[in-house]
């Protein structure tokens, strides 16, 4: 019996140590962590840092099969986005944030509309300064899905400095 519990001593002990041991590297780990998050702050800021200040602009060549083309603006100051301006305009050069009708009938069919996605998306571009890190709006993925392409061309030619206007030839095929 004095042989079991001498056992289960030990046993305890020796757990307790190498419990004990593995804590006492938390303050090693912490400064790792922090290494490696000061290194990710530094790489975004880099990244950040090479827009190139400038007014960027994208434009769809052709009507989609609702009537509608983006327009899409991004200005760039001291290396940082500060204005995204993406709207889709129909033949009459009339923004699809303000058509009541479209609005309406987006809100119908699947809860939101131009009006109300549209600043979100910019605003979110803004805020984030990444198009990867823009949030899909439920409801109008496509619209999102392509606003976040389009936002990264964007931001590509703000790297390089490149203010010329991107003309994306968005023909539909007719079936």
Same mark, same amino acid.
């Not at 300064?129 to 890190?133: I, N, S, T, V």
């Given at each position: 019996m004095e042989i079991k519990k001498?056992?289960?001593l030990v046993s305890v002990v020796f757990a307790s140590t190498i419990i004990l041991a593995a804590c006492g590297n938390d303050d090693a780990a912490k400064d790792e962590s922090s290494e490696v998050a000061s290194s990710e702050v530094t790489s975004s800021e880099v990244a950040v840092e090479e827009l190139q200040d400038g007014t960027y602009k994208l434009e769809e060549k052709n009507l989609? @099969?609702?009537g509608w083309k983006v327009d899409f603006t991004l200005t760039v100051k001291d290396g940082e986005i500060t204005e995204s301006n993406y709207d889709s305009l129909n033949k009459d050069g009339k923004l699809k944030t303000e058509d009541e009708g479209?609005?309406?009938?987006?809100v119908e069919k699947v809860g939101t509309g131009p009006a109300d996605y549209t600043p979100q998306l910019n605003d979110d571009l803004v805020a984030k300064?990444?198009?990867? @890190?823009v949030e899909v709006v439920t409801g109008a993925t496509h619209s999102s899905e392509s606003f976040k392409t389009y936002a990264q061309q964007l931001v590509d030619a703000a790297k390089e400095g490149n203010t010329e206007t991107i003309v994306v030839d968005n023909k539909v095929e007719e079936e």
């Open positions: 001498g056992f289960k989609d @099969e609702n479209y609005q309406a009938a987006m300064g990444d198009p990867a @890190e």
